[in-house]
T-cell receptor, first 112, second 114 residues
Framework: AAGVIQSPRHLIKEKRETATLKCYPIPRHDTVYWYQQGPGQDPQFLISFYEKMQSDKGSIPDRFSAQQFSDYHSELNMSSLELGDSALYFC???????????FGPGTRLTVT | QKEVEQNSGPLSVPEGAIASLNCTYSDRVSQSFFWYRQYSGKSPELIMSIYSNGDKEDGRFTAQLNKASQYVSLLIRDSQPSDSATYLCAVNKGDTSGTYKYIFGTGTRLKVLA
């Protein structure tokens, strides 16, 4: 079965640079969630989109923005990167009306 | 105090034994509950979802929910070394946005000893 696709899988950036993470949900899934997981921590909800509209917002820094496109893929844009942004970034998708979320393999971001 | 609490472990059980993982949550409006397995450096993998009080069984896994006590658990029967991972409890409350963000516990690290 098709799964959530994330790219890139690994990304190394320097402080103050920008990064763009991409997420392609499971086909026919219309809701996308972004989570950030620091080392040894649980995933923290950042932001979600339903039908290309932002539907909920969590602990996402103002330096980050995201959007969902007409094909339902989503991009997380991160600017003025800080060392503390180094983490695993997961995208999850679900079908509206269903509670289960399916996670992609994640993007490991390292800021040096 | 976190909204979703788990014992961080590690919980060590011998191969073939039953592993019991527990999770408590603080918000009574929580509607649905999930168990994810996460291997180190990998993404969370959905194991079970449960919405109603009682037990739900799927193969070697049984999820138990008690909304009155705000408690959800996961039992793993016939534990195998490959079950060694961190188990994340996730709760969602549902809201008017129509999406259902998860609140995760910190996870319990399970070690199954061969």
């Amino acid at each position: 079965a098709a799964g959530v696709i994330q790219s890139p899988r690994h990304l190394i950036k320097e402080k103050r640079e920008t990064a763009t993470l991409k997420c392609y949900p499971i086909p026919r899934h219309d809701t996308v969630y972004w989570y950030q997981q620091g080392p040894g921590q649980d995933p923290q909800f950042l932001i979600s989109f339903y039908e290309k509209m932002q539907s909920d917002k969590g602990s996402i820094p103002d330096r980050f923005s995201a959007q969902q496109f007409s094909d339902y893929h989503s991009e997380l844009n991160m600017s003025s990167l800080e060392l503390g942004d180094s983490a695993l970034y997961f995208c999850a998708s679900s079908f509206q009306g269903r509670y289960e979320q399916y996670f992609g393999p994640g993007t490991r971001l390292t800021v040096t | 105090q976190k909204e979703v609490e788990q014992n961080s472990g590690p919980l060590s059980v011998p191969e073939g034994a039953i592993a019991s993982l527990n999770c408590t949550y603080s918000d009574r409006v929580s509607q649905s509950f999930f168990w994810y397995r996460q291997y180190s450096g990998k993404s969370p993998e959905l194991i079970m979802s449960i919405y109603s009080n009682g037990d739900k069984e799927d193969g070697r896994f049984t999820a138990q929910l008690n909304k009155a006590s705000q408690y959800v658990s996961l039992l793993i029967r016939d534990s195998q070394p490959s079950d060694s991972a961190t188990y994340l409890c996730a709760v969602n409350k549902g809201d008017t946005s129509g999406t259902y963000k998860y609140i995760f516990g910190t996870g319990t690290r399970l070690k199954v000893l061969a």
